[in-house]
Nanobody, 119 residues
Framework: QGQLVESGGGSVQAGGSLRLSCAASGSTYGTYSMAWFRQAPGKERERVAV????????DYADSVKGRFTISQDNRKITLFLQMNSLKPEDTAMYYC????????????WGQGTQVTVSS
């Protein structure tokens, strides 16, 4: 899938929404899974949501369940993260990555997109 490019971040007030996008240089058909991660200053990187390409099942971190939704377009080129009911603790740099096989490492890291939520 090559390098991934994240976009859609911004500054919002608590309770607001943002939709992040992650564009691949080609189709991600054949990848095992794709995911969104985030990292806040001074904190470890956290996997926020993952989608398994075959079948489309998803999984979320407890901190975002019920608020965030991960999805892909039908051509498997763009990955999305719909973020609703945002909280100040969601403030972080958000990244997307892909895993080619279940045993592969996450790859394709881009520059990330900043999300800032004010109270």
């Amino acid at each position: 899938q090559g390098q991934l490019v994240e976009s859609g971040g911004g500054s919002v007030q608590a309770g607001g929404s943002l939709r992040l996008s992650c564009a691949a240089s080609g189709s991600t058909y054949g990848t095992y899974s794709m995911a969104w991660f985030r990292q806040a200053p001074g904190k470890e990187r956290e996997r926020v949501a993952v989608i398994y390409t075959l079948g489309g099942s998803t999984d979320y971190a407890d901190s975002v369940k019920g608020r965030f939704t991960i999805s892909q377009d039908n051509r498997k080129i763009t990955l999305f993260l719909q973020m609703n009911s945002l909280k100040p603790e969601d403030t972080a740099m958000y990244y997307c990555a892909a895993k080619l096989r279940s045993t592969s490492s996450w790859s394709g890291w881009g520059q990330g997109t900043q999300v800032t939520v004010s109270s």
